[in-house]
């Protein structure tokens, strides 16, 4: 038997680039939808072809779904999560996963308590630039990690018609939503390529006085003042990292990565129409170089040569289409098959065949994270954006909110642990350090 799979939020744009995957996904039978605008919801289901709806969260985590994924309103994630796990339902979250440390606490030990499958949908983790970066940090390319950064502009401009879709009139009391709530397009950059945490934060804010009035503290239900915030955080490791969530800027839609080690660098710069132009560059050492006294530290200078190399195809989410020369190990069924928005960097040969042909988006996430969602499910293992590493990302969100709140105040995150040891792991899951 295939899952059964209940998309919460369903009437929300969002999720609209999700129900034909996982309807497409060959280990998905059915999937339902649930929302509470009964007129959308209704719409909805005619365009998909789905029968079975619900008309809220409360009926569908009485159903016989299988898991429920959530895209409703970011500061709703957590509490819900929850509830749909106490209800037996493995859980697909979008971002964030909670919006207070008391909330992370509860939905990891929730995750412990009832042993099911939670999974953050973080875009960044799948993107080519972090994937290319996880790889080459794993093979001790980076060196020791120094300095990584991430950022996420996306402009208030952006968010009005969602937030009056689901708030009705009152929208702008909820779309001051603080910006370091909203950070795991930047840390998953960062923590998706080293697996360390944060440890440390201190954070500035931009005191907005836009003449929208949304970041108005007594209209605000956060009594949040900032549309762009940006951190300093210690990392675990030794390192350091910068984070800017912004809002309210001319820069718009832009996430950008930048990562640095001992012995190698990754940086990003904008180049026509909004393509990043991605370069690698490293410390090439001569063999036996810091080992004690076979090389002179007199001649390290003329040995120590710094190669660079462009990656300008690095993040042209184009489409890979299946040939002889890249098919490998894959079924025949591939040959010809076409998978579109996805980079040649991105993993894109543990797709189903299915998912050919199949819109994607978000830098050619969308089709890694329902299969990993879908896989970690039938196989019961944890995905790779599992809570603990949900934690990580957020955590270092929600304390630099609170430095800001502080003029600057340097703050400690606090850790929540890691996967219990004897929690199977898929097999592209990288075990977090401390």
């Avoid at 339902?32 to 409360?58: N, R, V, W």
């Avoid at 037996?88 to 099911?116: I, W």
């Avoid at 299915?354 to 830098?363: L, S, V, Y």
């Avoid at 994270?369 to 949900?390: C, E, G, I, M, Y």
Wanted: overall charge negative; some cysteine.
């Amino acid at each position: 038997m295939g899952l059964k799979i209940g998309i919460c939020g369903a009437a929300g744009g969002f999720s609209q680039a999700f129900v034909p995957l996982f309807q497409a996904h060959p280990a998905v039978d059915e999937v339902y939808l649930a929302d509470l605008m009964a007129d959308k919801l209704a719409e909805q289901a005619a365009m998909f072809g789905i029968t079975k709806t619900f008309p809220s969260l409360d009926e569908l985590c009485k159903s016989d779904c299988d898991a429920i994924a959530l895209f409703t309103q970011r500061w709703k994630h957590a509490p819900q999560a929850v509830q749909a796990l106490k209800a037996g339902k493995h859980v697909y979250s979008a971002v964030p996963a909670a919006v207070s440390l008391e909330e992370l606490d509860e939905l990891v030990k929730t995750v412990e308590e009832t042993g099911l499958i939670y999974m953050l949908a973080e875009t960044s983790y799948y993107r080519a630039q972090t994937t290319f970066c996880r790889d080459a940090f794993a093979a001790g390319k980076f060196g020791k990690f120094v300095y990584g950064e991430g950022q996420y502009h996306h402009d208030m401009a952006h968010f009005y018609r969602g937030y009056m879709r689901s708030n009705g009139d009152a929208w702008k009391r909820t779309a001051s939503f603080p910006p370091m709530y909203y950070p795991t397009h930047s840390t998953a950059f960062i923590l998706g390529v080293t697996f360390r945490r944060m440890t440390e934060v201190s954070c500035f804010g931009y005191v907005d006085d836009g003449p929208d009035g949304l970041f108005d503290p007594e209209l605000s239900l956060w009594g949040n003042v900032f549309s762009n915030e940006t951190a300093l955080f210690r990392t675990s490791d030794g390192g350091m990292a910068r984070v800017n969530e912004f809002r309210r800027t001319a820069h718009s839609m832009m996430d950008r990565m930048t990562l640095t080690g001992t012995h190698g660098c990754y940086q990003e710069q904008p180049r026509e129409e909004g393509i990043l132009s991605n370069v690698f560059t490293w410390l090439d050492f001569p063999e036996g170089y810091g080992t004690g006294d076979s090389i002179p530290y007199t001649q390290a200078h003329d040995l120590v040569k710094l190669r660079k190399k462009d990656h300008n195809d690095l993040c042209v989410f184009d489409r890979v289409v299946v040939t002889e020369e890249n098919l490998g190990d894959l079924p025949k069924e591939y040959l010809g098959k076409t998978f579109l928005g996805v980079s040649p960097y991105q993993p894109w040969q543990q797709l189903p065949v299915e998912f050919a042909d199949r819109k994607n988006g978000h830098e050619g996430t969308h089709v890694f994270l329902v299969n990993d969602f879908v896989r970690s499910v039938t196989q019961q293992k944890l995905p790779p954006n599992h809570v603990w590493q949900a934690a990580r990302y957020n955590a270092p969100g929600i304390v630099a909110h609170e430095s800001a709140k502080r003029e600057g105040e340097r703050l400690s995150i606090p850790d929540f642990g890691v996967p219990p040891a004897d929690w199977a792991t898929m097999d592209e899951v990288f075990p977090l350090q401390s």
